[in-house]
């Protein structure tokens, strides 16, 4: 199987990088927009902890909303399924960015990987903290999860993010109305827009995601991240509500549990298998990148990767 | 595991025959109305044919929106991939019989397992035949894949069902506003209620379902009954859209494909492991049965069968 | 003043004859669709009864939405305020053939203007009669209003109407599923479609509209066709709600209470000054008559009739 | 007349000193909900520049939203009817702190006097200036119309609002996200808010009204405030979107073009006859003054002010 994986993740590098539709690159945060649309890279890492890689697989690159699957890890160590109560677990049926979802349920976000419920859980992590050691923690736990100390944020883009931000400034500004974050609204969108702007090549994604793939367990250091309960849940979020409003049709055509970024990345998780991670910036129509969901779709294809049969 | 499955179902029917709250009993469909909400039935079929059941596992129910599952496998053989030019695969974000979805997607439903992506699905069925051929067709496809001739349309069901279905005579209306729907909208609606008065039991429902567990094979008769593409594909709707508004939280906390009915019945598909099919009539806030999704919880954690880790 | 009106009147139907852009025939209603756009008719009764009349103002055309008033009127006397608890009184911020607000507001429509809150009111004027009966009673009011018994319904209009009318039908079926209509759909719309059918000239709109212009009373029969208060109120509702979602802007443009229909007639109300129909069959973006909005527009200026300031 | 009038302001002070049921003071901005619901106040004046009052008419009150009419006179007078490709003319059919509407129609509120669009309308006035001078021209134009150099913006007041005006941030920054504010978020919300926070009395508010209620002349400086086109404008607008999402209803009960505000008072024009300003701090379900709207009712009838016939 070593080998089938290198050469699927060789041959889909090929595949990939004859492509001339690669999809927009989003340019509505000006720093992403400068981003070159040719990159693709791949990384999977297995049960045994070898990886595979091919193409810009090294390449560092804004993993964006990737992030909230961090996020909400943590968000849940600090207070537990009381989020819950403050976060919905439902698919949008909406954009990314909608608002109108929180008007009608009055300030309760259905999920936490669309953007508001994104800040609701950046709002749990602060909680008593400062910006920066809410940061530091959520960098610390990059570094451990990855097996990887050089991980950092990109102040750029967050800066970037931070000055064109007006939507993400609603969102949380109308949460903040409802009461649902508890810390001042400049201080949560700070934090929100530096783990947004967090920067990992596919290899150091593939590895940071070893922990939802493996029932919980960090694969080196031994122990725990999470409970392979909650590994399993977090899993199944990412599978209904990963590709914001494309996600019933990555479910559908891929069968892989998965979380998307505007920056073109894709953290991909085949229970019991496989961490996956792909890059390539340019996004379709609902914001997920075109080439890296295909390149997903042919390799869960080709090594039989779909949870839902083979 | 076949003794850990049949210790699993017994105590499951025992724990569930305790409980007290169970639950609403659909009221909206007069007929439904009646049925005694103290009824739980359970059925697992494995991999190797061999079936455990407890409680009323023999006792015949309305499947109701279960039927989706069946409608959606024959009109995709009629008509392929082209269905999904005139429905989606996103889960919906809204309550199972919303109106307000077709209006700001012109026509188009979100996905076949609401109840105007299912109207479509049935047109599509219709499509050059008279409704009985078409319903001949349905219940012959039924016999075929459970492998049980007794199977029968509920006619009393059906018939309180088209003189209170305003609403989806509304949808099925507004559908052919769009000219989503070819054939006349009453013989629509009539093939619509009927299939969804389909009865059957716990036992023949896990029956039926061994097709999408076991990659699109008829276990007995042999040779395929869709490709194996198609039974991962379908299983990938149960789950992202099977549960209706419930959808993401029945993935949450069960982790297996699985359609409701508000006949209170449930269709749960393991990929290569199992179908299963519990009954219970009395429905939670979403319309999905309470106490059905509470054992496909237990089922699911006992047998390590979610999909998304164990 | 007399001279003053009828100088306007024939300036302007010179005016719009030259007019190259006359907006788009409605063509969702097939009968409609053949009709010529060239025409254009305008009347004018004053408060001594005196007509002034220009262009095709003795044509009959399709009133369609505009005897919306006169059902209004109708169901007003016969179940009084009591209708008020069935339909609001506001605007509705949406096209006119919406569902999605009725299913937000479960089944009340926003005003008696669009065609949601017109089938309740139909409703409430076929309780308790056939509709060959409701539809006489229409058509014996239209005869003594405008003191003229050749006002007739249009069968091929109803009809081409009753056979592509699917988004009322949609409508009316959501309103019997909330129990907001209580007569058999079928009958309803029969009747809805056969009343938006009536077909009448401007001459003969302009006439039955002077119970609203003169405080409720007839102006040759004596007496009273409703209050003073109900044709007060019957004109705010034009005011605000007789132009659909270009109600606002009509008000701000013409300043005159006014009821529109998709068969380009407008009936127009200067209370205590005048009764004015006219009638250009192309239609604006919003389904209103494009030159007869122009026409009032000139004409409410020309003779300082707006009622919100000279 | 002026006895008449006299002897209705007097009577309609009484009764409503009578009333138990007084609404419920607005208590989202803290400094409001302090006010002692037992106030009512009520100044009319007239076309010759005679005022009656009754109660409470020379206290002071937080005038609220119905600084919106006069920010909209201003912005109209800076750049004129460029204005409307910013912002609509339609009633909105919707709360008036919604921000769904904006969602679906990117960003171009739906009419001036919702909060949106007196954002829209305050960047407006801002242009090119500090908000020290933009809030110096409001208050001078405030001074010049009502002949009143006292009246004052309420520090406290626009301090309370500016802390907890959430809702009012999460619509300033999506439209900016849209592009349709110019200034910066936190400019335009500081304008806004201290233009809100302007205090008047019953008297100063119906004197400052008369430029609408006579043509646009200014009675005793003499000259055009505006022109009598816009004044009608304005009114009209007063008329379909002056009382948020009950405008419909108020037009229908009153028939009088007028802006409320949720500290209670109610400016009411009536053309051609008089000024009209009412205070009573508890408000209605649609949060306009609950006795405000019922004096003016009765002064309407009393009067036979209704634009709408008499």
Sequence with gaps: MKEALLEAVT???????TRSERGRVADYIPELAR?????????????????????DADAPFSIQSVSKVFALTLALGKIGDGLWRRVGREPSGN????????????GIPRNPFINAGALV????????????????????????VADDETIFIDDKVAKSE??????????????????????????????????????MSCRQLAMAGRYLAFGGRHPTAG???????RAKRINALMLTCG?????????FRVGIPAKSGVGGGILGVVPGKASIAVWSPGLDGQGNSLLGSEALEILSRRMGWS????
């Design 121 to 144: 859980v950046t709002d749990a992590i602060l909680s008593g903290h400062t910006p920066k050691v809410a940061l530091g923690e959520i960098l610390r736990f990059l570094h451990f």
């Design 95 to 106: 954009a990314f960015n909608s608002i109108t979802q929180l008007e009608y349920e009055k």
């Design 307 to 310: 949870i839902f049969g083979d």
């Design 243 to 251: 590709h914001y409003d494309g996600s019933g049709d990555f479910a």
């Design 162 to 199: 931070q000055d064109t931000g007006f939507r993400n400034a609603a969102l949380a500004n109308y949460l903040r109305a409802f009461e649902n974050l508890r810390n001042p609204v400049e201080m949560v969108l700070g934090v929100y827009f530096h783990h947004c702007a967090i920067a």
């Design 11 to 17: 041959a889909i590098a090929a595949a990939m990088a």
């Design 35 to 55: 981003v070159d649309p040719d990159h693709f890279g791949i990384a999977v890492v297995d049960a045994d902890g070898d990886v595979a890689v091919a193409g």
């Design 223 to 229: 122990g725990r991240v999470v409970s392979s309960e």
